[in-house]
């Protein structure tokens, strides 16, 4: 797609990339990215890599999901069903080098995102820690959003996203999960995936947690030993009292017959 709105018709363009294919997938098809997008795309690739990676405490996963995002935005030859040209717009950006604000011209464009692809790609990204730092980290749109709110400066293009329930760009095959794993380096479309993706910063990749089993009252109760117990300490009880009984009453008697023997010895 022009700037002016005018449709092009898409042709293979990947005969003329004099680098390594950045968008993989759309290599000997028909697409939009040229050799000037596709070494772009090499170079910010990297960027995403250190950024949302395992080398940048973040998943590889979300990072070849990312890039496959930023691939689709920019070489998908059906870019006209689901992103619109709207018009040019004075943007204002902070310049490092001069330190102060300068105006650039960006074109400004909106595109809808499938909503329920938008979330599984957020999803394998959601546990990352550069992303939980930033406000914009807490839903899906929030994300697509800061996303291309950081290129405006290098791609002079601003973009509106928005959710769209029923179209909008969608992958020709699922966003990966974060869990999977690639042992070769490179996924079956040919991204690559250095690394699997730790528990800290992929959910999907925890084990289940173990929840201790408590027992009901009577678990661990041996009926026998139990009975066993309160008969002997039922004999001990009336042994007690029975021998107390016999001690009394020899008290007793031996109390009586010395009375007996004191009286006797006065009537003599």
């Not at 405490?57 to 935005?73: E, M, P, Q, T």
């Not at 490179?186 to 992929?202: A, I, M, Q, R, S």
Request: glycine fraction near 10%; include cysteine.
């Amino acid at each position: 797609m022009q700037a002016t709105g005018d449709l092009t018709t898409p042709v293979d363009y990947s005969a003329t990339w004099t680098e390594e294919p950045a968008c993989p997938e759309f290599q000997g098809k028909p697409s939009c990215c040229t050799d000037a997008s596709n070494s772009a795309a090499l170079e910010n690739f990297q960027k995403i890599g250190t950024a949302f990676g395992n080398a940048g405490a973040g998943c590889d996963l979300c990072a070849a999901n990312i890039r496959r995002f930023f691939c689709y935005f920019g070489c998908d030859p059906n870019q006209s069903d689901w992103m619109k040209f709207n018009d040019y717009e004075s943007y204002e950006i902070w310049n490092s080098t001069s330190n102060q604000v300068q105006n650039i011209t960006v074109v400004n464009v909106s595109m809808a995102y499938n909503a329920d692809e938008a979330c599984s790609l957020f999803g394998s990204c959601s546990k990352i820690s550069f992303l939980t730092e930033i406000s914009a980290g807490g839903s899906a749109l929030g994300y697509f959003t800061f996303l291309f709110d950081r290129g405006i400066e290098d791609s002079s293009i601003k973009v509106l996203v928005s959710m769209n329930n029923t179209g909008g760009m969608k992958f020709t095959t699922p966003p990966h999960r974060c869990n999977e794993s690639y042992p070769d380096g490179f996924d079956e479309l040919g991204y690559p995936v250095p690394g699997t993706c730790p528990c800290n910063y992929c959910e999907d990749a925890c084990e289940p947690l173990q929840y201790a089993g408590y027992g009901g009252l009577t678990d661990g109760f041996n009926s026998s030993s139990v009975i066993l117990g309160y008969v002997f300490a039922f004999v001990l009880t009336v042994g007690m009292v029975l021998y107390r009984g016999f001690r009394k009453q020899q008290r007793n008697r031996q109390q009586h017959s010395g009375l007996l023997h004191d009286e006797t010895s006065r009537d003599e």
